[in-house]
């Protein structure tokens, strides 16, 4: 059966209340009878450290049987608990008491003996040979194996008993001052149930898709703060809704351009112009580069899926990453030819090998060049510069495009930031780019930064570690 809220609000007010003296009666009794015991217990670990040292000075390695007994015989008067000392496998050697006399050659076996054996100290209360007790279960060992343990109880019955009788008496008084207090909260609790209606309509319509909902602030108690928080949380919805929509309508955009200009260059051919030889090769070479985009812009989207699913992992090989910086310029090459863009590379003779993850640097140097193209005028130059700075080696990719404005540097490595609204559409990308670079720059404990200037042009530099041994550290499951 379902208890009501105000139901629970008449129990909140009743305990702390008209029930303060009850529990605290009961708190004192539980904390009393935990001190005896844990006060019990650590007398009990005290002295079976100190018989357990005793034991190893005057017999050495573990005793037979008969010189346990005489041991325990000796310091029988001056204990007044049960020790037992048992063998490797639980077998009752010796006992101070001698009604445990028909028990010694036989096993005992309880969860408390075993862990000793094993080589942890055991304490606690729990059923002993005729009642509860108090007990503690050393671990005898020797060259760091254990070879037996020794057992110190003690009996505690007639105590539990009295602090039983006192914990009804308690309970009773208890269960009378509920009956007594239950009406005068019943009036609270309705006054506070009221305004929380108004929270659960505003839930359901939340669970709606409406994330217009809003519920009035009528209080400065708790209720009132709860109230405003749900305003602000309905809030943060309708804008993270908004951001969703325009990230959905930024990367639909994006991936409807390749198709548009494929799409326009088959229209073109079937018309006639695969007559011109010219025209063709344009038309064919223009789709192809649109195609490696639509591809670039795939994988980059398949890139923030799989870290959404998994943190990013490296496969590091050593290369050569001159070659590796070459044969990504030669990638660029023909689409910077076609838009008059000088494309060049200057880079420090020789570079030393490094250990990376080659498919993870390709595709953060496709990124920046792609940028770097995309954001340069006709006319303008991309450069690639690398070399070696303070045991790291320096990749830095520079453009004379449009630049990028000061107040938008900050957020230029942020997920989905795509720019200025007032920069071009054809020139707002998807925003996952710098995002997925930085990334796996960091992965590789490196570091990246941008410098930029309006009008100027733009300058990305990352840096890798000659020495990579900790990465393979860190990306071992």
């Given at each position: 059966m379902m208890i009501s809220l105000r139901s629970k609000l008449?129990?909140?007010?009743?305990?702390?209340?008209l029930l303060l003296l009850p529990l605290l009666s009961l708190y004192l009794l539980y904390t009393l009878e935990d001190f005896y015991t844990s006060s019990l217990l650590d007398q009990l670990v005290q002295q079976s450290q100190l018989i357990r040292k005793d034991m190893e000075s005057k017999l050495g390695p573990f005793p037979n049987a008969v010189a346990a007994q005489n041991f325990l015989n000796e310091i029988a008067p001056f204990t007044f608990s049960r020790v037992l000392i048992l063998d490797h496998d639980a077998t009752v050697l010796a006992s101070t008491r001698l009604e445990d006399a028909s028990r010694i050659g036989t096993k005992l076996e309880n969860p408390s003996i075993m862990q000793a054996l094993e080589g942890d100290m055991a304490t606690g209360v729990g059923p002993g040979y005729a009642t509860d007790v108090a007990y503690v279960v050393l671990p005898i060992q020797r060259d760091g194996v254990s070879i037996g343990a020794l057992r110190l109880s003690y009996e505690v019955?007639?105590?539990r008993?009295?602090?039983?009788?006192?914990?009804?008496?308690?309970?009773?008084?208890?269960?009378?001052t509920v009956l007594l207090s239950v009406a005068l909260a019943l009036?609270?609790?309705?006054?506070?149930?009221?305004?929380?209606?108004?929270?659960?309509e505003g839930v359901q319509r939340i669970a709606t898709g409406d994330y217009l909902a809003h519920v009035p602030v009528r209080s400065r108690d708790e209720v009132g703060f709860l109230a405003r928080g749900f305003n602000?949380?309905?809030?943060?919805l309708r804008e993270a809704e908004q951001g969703r929509q325009r990230q959905l309508a930024a990367i639909v955009h994006e991936l409807v351009r390749p198709l548009a200009g494929m799409h326009a260059a088959i229209e073109t051919l079937r018309d006639g112009a695969d007559t011109d030889r010219e025209?063709?090769?344009?038309?064919?070479?223009?789709t192809a580069e649109e195609l490696a985009r639509f591809k670039r812009m795939l994988g980059t989207l398949q890139s923030l899926h799989q870290r959404e699913l998994h943190p990013i992992r490296l496969v590091l090989t050593e290369i050569d990453l001159q070659r590796l910086i070459h044969a990504c310029a030669n990638n660029f090459e023909p689409i910077a030819a076609r838009q008059q863009i000088t494309l060049t590379e200057n880079i420090q003779e020789p570079l030393p090998r490094v250990q990376v993850d080659e498919d993870r640097i390709i595709q953060v140097l496709t990124n920046l060049l792609d940028n770097a193209v995309k954001f340069t005028p006709r006319g303008g130059s991309v450069s690639i510069q690398s070399g070696i700075a303070k045991r790291?080696?320096?990749?830095?990719?520079?453009?004379?495009?449009?630049?990028?404005?000061?107040?938008?540097?900050?957020?230029?490595?942020?997920?989905?930031?795509?720019?200025?609204?007032?920069?071009?559409?054809?020139?707002?990308?998807?925003?996952?780019?710098?995002t997925i670079c930085r990334e796996i720059i960091e992965a590789h404990q490196g570091e990246i930064q941008v410098d930029s200037a309006i009008g100027k042009g733009t300058t990305i530099t990352f840096t890798l570690p000659l020495n990579n041994r900790n990465i393979e550290d860190t990306n071992k499951p």
């Amino acid at each position: 059966m379902m208890i009501s809220l105000r139901s629970k609000l008449v129990l909140s007010h009743i305990m702390p209340t008209l029930l303060l003296l009850p529990l605290l009666s009961l708190y004192l009794l539980y904390t009393l009878e935990d001190f005896y015991t844990s006060s019990l217990l650590d007398q009990l670990v005290q002295q079976s450290q100190l018989i357990r040292k005793d034991m190893e000075s005057k017999l050495g390695p573990f005793p037979n049987a008969v010189a346990a007994q005489n041991f325990l015989n000796e310091i029988a008067p001056f204990t007044f608990s049960r020790v037992l000392i048992l063998d490797h496998d639980a077998t009752v050697l010796a006992s101070t008491r001698l009604e445990d006399a028909s028990r010694i050659g036989t096993k005992l076996e309880n969860p408390s003996i075993m862990q000793a054996l094993e080589g942890d100290m055991a304490t606690g209360v729990g059923p002993g040979y005729a009642t509860d007790v108090a007990y503690v279960v050393l671990p005898i060992q020797r060259d760091g194996v254990s070879i037996g343990a020794l057992r110190l109880s003690y009996e505690v019955t007639d105590v539990r008993t009295q602090f039983d009788q006192l914990r009804w008496l308690i309970m009773g008084g208890f269960t009378f001052t509920v009956l007594l207090s239950v009406a005068l909260a019943l009036g609270l609790a309705t006054t506070i149930t009221r305004p929380l209606r108004l929270l659960s309509e505003g839930v359901q319509r939340i669970a709606t898709g409406d994330y217009l909902a809003h519920v009035p602030v009528r209080s400065r108690d708790e209720v009132g703060f709860l109230a405003r928080g749900f305003n602000q949380m309905t809030e943060r919805l309708r804008e993270a809704e908004q951001g969703r929509q325009r990230q959905l309508a930024a990367i639909v955009h994006e991936l409807v351009r390749p198709l548009a200009g494929m799409h326009a260059a088959i229209e073109t051919l079937r018309d006639g112009a695969d007559t011109d030889r010219e025209m063709r090769e344009a038309l064919l070479t223009g789709t192809a580069e649109e195609l490696a985009r639509f591809k670039r812009m795939l994988g980059t989207l398949q890139s923030l899926h799989q870290r959404e699913l998994h943190p990013i992992r490296l496969v590091l090989t050593e290369i050569d990453l001159q070659r590796l910086i070459h044969a990504c310029a030669n990638n660029f090459e023909p689409i910077a030819a076609r838009q008059q863009i000088t494309l060049t590379e200057n880079i420090q003779e020789p570079l030393p090998r490094v250990q990376v993850d080659e498919d993870r640097i390709i595709q953060v140097l496709t990124n920046l060049l792609d940028n770097a193209v995309k954001f340069t005028p006709r006319g303008g130059s991309v450069s690639i510069q690398s070399g070696i700075a303070k045991r790291h080696i320096q990749v830095r990719v520079s453009d004379t495009g449009v630049g990028i404005s000061p107040e938008e540097l900050p957020y230029v490595f942020q997920q989905f930031y795509s720019g200025a609204e007032t920069r071009p559409p054809e020139k707002r990308g998807m925003g996952l780019g710098l995002t997925i670079c930085r990334e796996i720059i960091e992965a590789h404990q490196g570091e990246i930064q941008v410098d930029s200037a309006i009008g100027k042009g733009t300058t990305i530099t990352f840096t890798l570690p000659l020495n990579n041994r900790n990465i393979e550290d860190t990306n071992k499951p």
